[in-house]
């Protein structure tokens, strides 16, 4: 497991805007939520989480900060009551989930979290699965990767694979979500 004892700094000095004049928050603080009915509790007591662990070193690698890890049974109260924690930190300004996106019965991880949502941000998924079909085809047609903003947190849904997780983290999440999390709370700026 990567361990991230970096202190997130105040959100008034992570609060600027980039080289296009867009806002961004830098450094993220980020909460992982790993969704599996074969991994225990907490991190401390689970077996390994390679997909949990990909996003957190590539995350913190790009100079953010984990602020906080869970792990979840494939249960939809479960998991949405996880995300909604998440969403309640002051010290979250990201939200990426792993697991639970595919098409069985079980796979209720789309559904829960997009419970949450205030708006989607379906150009995500759009572009996961884009990304995706050199290494998986057409069975990029059975994720349900998603993302949308939450109680004005970006939140990414993905896949539990760990090469899925890290394509859309380094592709895309490290890329946009700085962005979108200074658009998302722009409002909040006095």
Sequence with gaps: MIANRREL????DRRASDADGH???DPLGVAIVTVSSS?????????????GDA???ILVEAGHVVTARTLVPDDYVGIKTAVSD?????????????????VTADDVTPDA????????????GEAFRWLSWEEVGSRIVSTRATAGIARDVPV?????????????TTELITEEAPHLAGL???????
Excluded: K, Q, Y
């Design 156 to 168: 990414f849904v993905l896949p539990g694979s760990e090469n899925a997780v890290s394509l859309a």
């Design 9 to 12: 700094p105040p959100l008034e």
């Design 184 to 190: 998302a709370t722009r409002h909040e700026v006095a």
């Design 39 to 51: 991994r225990g509790r907490t991190v401390e007591m689970a077996p390994p989480d390679p997909s």
């Design 86 to 102: 998440c969403l309640d930190r002051p010290d979250v300004d990201v939200v990426v989930t792993t697991g639970g996106t595919g």
């Design 23 to 25: 806002d961004v928050l």
């Design 55 to 57: 996003i957190a070193r």
């Design 113 to 124: 979290v997009g419970e949450l949502f205030d708006r989607e941000l379906p150009g995500f």
